[in-house]
């Protein structure tokens, strides 16, 4: 069974500019969550979807948003992008929303900001 | 208070030896608990999860819950050189059915 899969896997923008970044989950998952590593913050939860639906949002500003399609892929963007955006984005899917299943995690997608 | 809250390390261990690492955690009505192992440059990887109080092994690996105390540890015995990597503790809250993670352990296993 193929596993998460983001894209891409490195990008590089300037402040002000947008991203779009893309995880399509593992076959038969529904739930596709959001997170943000940084040296400093950790791993920090920016939003789950589940069937399309946000189901929970973690503590960034409104410039970090998402969506889930009908096929379970999921897309975040930030806009407006800020020096301190710079971060390796990571997707998780797993079967049950919620944390109550193991969520498996995708390669990530290492975002720099100039 | 963090949510969960592991010492950041790093832990050294000499090869052979057992690595005991601990997480607590602040939300009571927790329920899932879960160990990734993370790699320098690398995603998370699910190591073990567990539900109920008491201990859970597999392989070398052995997780421990204790709710009334809040705390979750993993053990690995017969510590490996490529066991090196940070540990992260990961927590279903009851409140907000999300999952939250500790800042990880770096452990460092010599030869």
């Known amino acids: 069974k193929a596993g998460v899969t983001q894209t891409p896997r490195y990008l590089i923008k300037t402040r002000g500019q947008q991203v779009t970044l893309s995880c399509s989950p593992i076959?038969?998952?529904?739930?596709v969550s959001w997170y943000q590593q940084t040296p400093g913050q950790g791993l920090q939860f920016l939003f789950e979807?589940?069937?399309?639906?946000?189901?929970n949002k973690g503590n960034f500003p409104g410039r970090f948003s998402g969506r889930q399609f009908s096929n379970s892929r999921s897309e975040m963007n930030v806009s407006t992008l800020e020096l301190g955006d710079s971060a390796l984005y990571l997707c998780?899917?797993?079967?049950?929303?919620?944390?109550?299943?193991?969520?498996?995690f995708g390669p990530g997608t290492r975002l720099t900001v100039l | 208070q963090k949510e969960v809250e592991q010492n950041s390390g790093p832990l050294s261990v000499p090869e052979g030896a057992i690595a005991s690492l601990n997480c607590t955690y602040s939300?009571?009505?927790?329920?899932?608990f879960f160990w990734y192992r993370q790699y320098s440059g690398k995603s998370p990887e699910l190591i073990m999860f567990i539900y109920s109080n008491g201990d859970k092994e597999d392989g070398r690996f052995t997780a421990q819950l204790n709710k009334a105390s809040q705390y979750v540890s993993l053990l690995i015995r017969d510590s490996q050189p490529s066991d090196s990597a940070t540990y992260l503790c990961a927590v279903t809250q009851a409140a907000g059915n999300k999952l939250t993670f500790g800042g990880g352990t770096r452990v460092l296993v010599k030869p």
């Open positions: 979807y589940f069937s399309e639906t946000q189901r």
């Open positions: 076959s038969g998952h529904r739930s």
């Open positions: 939300d009571r009505g927790s329920q899932s």
């Open positions: 998780a899917s797993s079967l049950s929303p919620g944390g109550v299943n193991e969520q498996f």
